[in-house]
């Protein structure tokens, strides 16, 4: 199975862009690139997705490389809510098939 | 409001016993999955039902079982034979085949 490997942790100011990287060398051609974040002893909520092109919502922006062996999570103007474990899934086929790793703890300074 | 009610949020078990964990959505979701989250850690795959009447082991599904008797519930027991089950259990669900999975609150278990 395809695993991501992304940093620990992060931090970024208030009300700037945060990117957050995530590397998945193995990536196969019918993967998808899901991100989820999670809030402290909740549910992880769904940020965005993506195949090939680059997305967007209203929760943020997915960059995904050329080569689909790297992609970058875009939040725009970071808030105080924004800060979270961050998860880069690849997906292929189905939804149980998910691998979670441990994230990116993204800090938010005031 | 639609979505994933978990309960109880807090419970506390001693070793021996059994425990049912409840898990019902409202969504009209088809599949419905059960994980595990140990402190620091990524999610585990328990178990997953993409219909009514049948369920699949995921990753971890030593010591667990589950039912799936009514499309909405899909109730979670951690039996005696799970060495280790203190942790957070999540349940979700999405449409069959979809891309995005809902999640619940969570509860956590604690053997005292």
């Known amino acids: 199975d395809a695993k991501t490997t992304q940093p620990n942790s992060m931090e970024s100011n208030e009300e700037e862009p945060v990117h957050l990287p995530c590397n998945h060398s193995?990536?196969?051609?019918?993967?998808?690139i899901h991100w989820y974040r999670q809030l402290p002893s909740q549910g992880p909520e769904y940020v965005i997705h993506?195949?090939?092109?680059?997305v967007n919502n209203r929760m943020a922006s997915l960059a995904i490389a050329e080569d689909r062996k790297s992609s970058t999570l875009i939040l725009h103007r970071a808030t105080l809510r924004d800060a979270a474990v961050y998860y880069c899934?690849?997906?292929?086929?189905?939804?149980?098939?998910?691998?979670w790793g441990a994230g990116t703890k993204l800090i938010i300074k005031p | 409001d639609g979505g994933i009610t978990q309960s109880p949020k807090y419970l506390f078990r001693k070793e021996g016993q059994n425990v049912t964990l409840s898990c019902e959505q409202n969504?009209?979701?088809?599949?419905m999955y059960w994980y595990r989250q140990d402190p620091g850690q990524g999610l585990r795959l328990i178990y997953y039902?993409?219909?009514?009447?049948?369920?699949q082991k995921g990753d971890i599904a030593e010591g667990y079982s589950v039912s799936r008797e009514k499309k909405e519930s899909f109730p979670l027991t951690v039996t005696s034979a799970q060495k280790n089950p203190t942790a957070f259990y999540l349940c979700?669900?999405?449409?069959?085949?979809?891309?995005?999975?809902?999640f619940g609150e969570g509860s956590w278990l604690t053997v005292v």
């Open positions: 979700a669900s999405s449409i069959a085949g979809g891309n995005t999975i809902y």
């Open positions: 969504l009209n979701h088809d599949a």
């Open positions: 039902s993409q219909i009514v009447n049948d369920f």
């Open positions: 193995t990536i196969s051609g019918t993967d998808y």
């Open positions: 993506g195949l090939t092109s680059n």
């Open positions: 899934i690849l997906s292929r086929d189905s939804n149980y098939q998910l691998i």
